[in-house]
């Protein structure tokens, strides 16, 4: 029956660890995402393609040009 209060408090002494070590890597930063906003504006485009239809003046983007690019930055990442 010993073993199972060792075993159990060794548990709680590693759990208690990664936890901590998840707190510090949130709290400096290791989780935020710096990518997908670099790259949010260039999916945009789709939006101002529908809107580029009710105006004439707004630019008209085809989907084999938003294809290319999103092949590029897969390429890329």
Request: no cysteine; net charge positive; aromatic share 10%.
């Amino acid at each position: 029956m010993s073993v199972i209060y060792l075993l159990l408090s060794i548990s709680i002494i590693v759990a208690l660890i990664f936890f901590i070590a998840f707190i510090v890597s949130v709290r400096s930063g290791q989780y935020d995402d710096s990518y997908t906003p670099s790259v949010r504006m260039l999916f945009d485009d789709e939006l101002v393609r529908e809107n580029s239809r009710a105006s004439s003046n707004s630019v008209s983007i085809k989907k084999s040009e938003i294809k290319s690019i999103e092949q590029r930055i897969e390429k890329k990442g």
